[in-house]
């Protein structure tokens, strides 16, 4: 299956001109993050994740699917790519400024180069970035976060937003991915015990200035001024707000629900 820019385009309710300007690449990012969630629940379920076009595009677009970085920003690069974008992926590590180079590879982002600048383009860091952002020195309202991008000091731009005190942030070059270290490390991201995808649902969804999350039983939407969380309480719970909130139809999730309440004992242990 080759990758339907039609289907793409009608999954997403993208109406505009299909042309390799700023208004189109804006209202394509916008389109996508607005619809397609970001999710974890192929790993969970102990499935390998897309890796080929034809895979991805049937999961994301034909079986309405979301997905992680992998799969939603490789998706879009070949989006970009079949409308003339010049359009390089790179290689990122969410919390390298904590944990050092090993991080690198764990995230897939996406650099534009249109009209002599560079963009920072990136449609599957959960569902934050709405639209893209000039690769230099700077920060913007992006409610309900603050992004910004800053110099680590170390020959890498770190992309950071925030909510709170505390910046959640990835680090990355505007050189082309060594696509080895990415597959390496998609590869323990989904397989090691040790990988926060494998320990913990992740589901996440934008609504222009409300974000939602799903973290095994918590869930929580965030929106300019505040925020609104609760726990779940049964596997039918989770399977209305998947639907509901998130537009995923996807029963077999409620056979996760047992290791979704023992993994939340584990991190709450006096809830």
């Not at 040790?194 to 913990?200: A, G, I, L, T």
Request: hydrophobic content about 40%.
């Amino acid at each position: 299956m080759s990758l339907s820019l039609a289907a793409y385009f009608d999954r997403i309710g993208f109406t505009g001109a299909p042309v390799a300007d700023r208004t189109t690449l804006d209202a394509l990012c916008r389109a996508h993050i607005n619809t397609i969630p970001f999710e974890n629940i192929d790993v969970q379920l102990g499935r390998k994740t897309a890796r080929s076009q034809a895979e991805i595009h049937d999961k994301l677009v034909i079986r309405q699917r979301g997905g992680w970085c992998y799969e939603q920003n490789g998706l879009m690069g070949w989006v970009l790519a079949e409308l003339g974008f010049d359009v390089t992926p790179l290689c990122a590590g969410v919390l390298r400024d904590k944990l050092g180079d090993g991080q690198l590879g764990n995230h897939l982002c996406l650099r534009v180069n249109l009209d002599g600048q560079d963009l920072l383009v990136d449609v599957g860091f959960g569902s934050s970035l709405l639209a893209p952002m000039i690769i230099a020195e700077g920060s913007r309202d992006d409610a309900p976060f603050t992004v910004g991008l800053s110099h680590s000091g170390d020959g890498y731009w770190r992309f950071w937003e925030m909510t709170g005190s505390d910046p959640f942030s990835f680090d990355f070059t505007a050189n082309p991915a060594d696509q080895s270290v990415l597959d390496a490390k998609r590869v323990w991201q989904e397989c090691d015990p040790d990988s926060n995808f494998v320990q913990n649902l992740v589901v996440r969804r934008r609504q222009d200035d409300r974000h939602h999350t799903l973290r095994g039983k918590i869930f929580t939407t965030l929106y300019p001024g505040g925020s609104d969380s609760r726990v779940l309480s049964n596997a039918d719970e989770l399977l209305d707000l998947l639907e509901g909130t998130f537009d995923l139809d996807v029963p077999e999730a409620a056979s996760l629900w047992p290791a979704i309440c023992a993994r939340h004992a584990v991190v709450f242990p006096d809830a």
